[in-house]
């Protein structure tokens, strides 16, 4: 499995545990005291310029792509439940997944885009799929007639869906 990288946190604590020693090195490269406060300075910057790479990064991809099937694992008050839903762009997935987390990260396996997003009650875990131009026509002849949960399994189905190639250079 690839490391896990957090691309959007609203506790600076959470990403100087994960990258401390990053940030150090980074501190000591520009001979800068490598205590507390600069610390947290250069972790503020790392946060800013990921957030600006993300941004570009959903930018780029937006351009070339279209609507995508977001399948999850959601951590509940009351336990885990499974869902799915479809969106214009991955930048609605992701910002949706910002707007509801309180960390969250990326990974790519096996080229598949995935994210883990932390909030109050738990995690969700996402694997995000671009609906192909199949899956398109079969949403127009099928939407009405399906549940959500049926026609996201269908997209999963015979060439409608396929793993979103993305990259996030950090």
Known sequence: MLKKHIIFTDDICDYIDEYKSDIIES???NDE??????????????IE??????KYALKL???????????GSLGLWYGR????????TLSDAIYKLIEDSNTLYYERTNGALRMEARHHDGRNYFTFYEITSKGEDYIIKHECELTARDLHKKLRQG????AIRFEIIL
């Open 27 to 29: 501190l000591e490269d």
């Open 33 to 46: 005291e490598a205590n507390d406060d600069n610390i947290y300075k250069e972790a503020s910057r790392y």
């Open 49 to 54: 310029r990921d957030c600006d790479d993300l």
């Open 61 to 71: 991809f937006d351009s070339k792509h279209g609507r995508v099937l977001a399948l």
């Open 81 to 88: 439940a499974q869902g799915g839903k479809i969106y214009n």
């Open 159 to 162: 060439g409608r869906s396929k």
